[in-house]
């Protein structure tokens, strides 16, 4: 059993910055393969990113693309999200995810993964 808690989220300015971190609990962190959703209202929860349990790879959502970096310390069981030039339809809850035993693949939908956080709202305002 995992338990995921996220942080790091609040009300920033477009083109501004915010670094989103994910603690997880239990030893095995480091084999868990981890993912980065968000759910703004109305709509349904999307995909951002995910990174390898090793962190040798790492997968972004063309609408993130060169704007959040996903990365992980395995020695601190926690797996970040850092995200730049934030607009407004970046506006979200912002959840992170983990599935266990994972080829290194892109997971992308929510089904993928077997444990989540709480989520950290995001407000991006003009």
């Known amino acids: 059993q995992v338990q995921l808690v996220e942080s790091g989220g609040g009300p920033v300015q477009a083109g501004g910055s915010l670094r989103l971190a994910c603690a997880a609990s239990g030893r095995t962190f480091s084999t868990y393969y981890m993912g980065w959703f968000r759910q703004a209202p109305g709509k349904e929860r999307e995909w951002v990113a995910a990174i390898t349990w090793s962190g040798d790879r790492e997968y972004y959502a063309d609408s993130v693309k060169g704007r959040f970096t996903i990365s992980r310390e395995n020695a601190k069981n926690t797996v970040y999200l850092q995200m730049n030039s934030l607009k407004l339809e970046d506006t979200a809850i912002y959840y992170c995810?983990?599935?266990?035993?994972?080829?290194?693949?892109?997971?992308?939908?929510?089904?993928?993964?077997?444990?989540w956080g709480q989520g950290t709202q995001v407000t991006v305002s003009s």
């Open positions: 995810a983990a599935r266990s035993h994972s080829l290194s693949v892109i997971r992308s939908t929510p089904g993928e993964y077997d444990y």
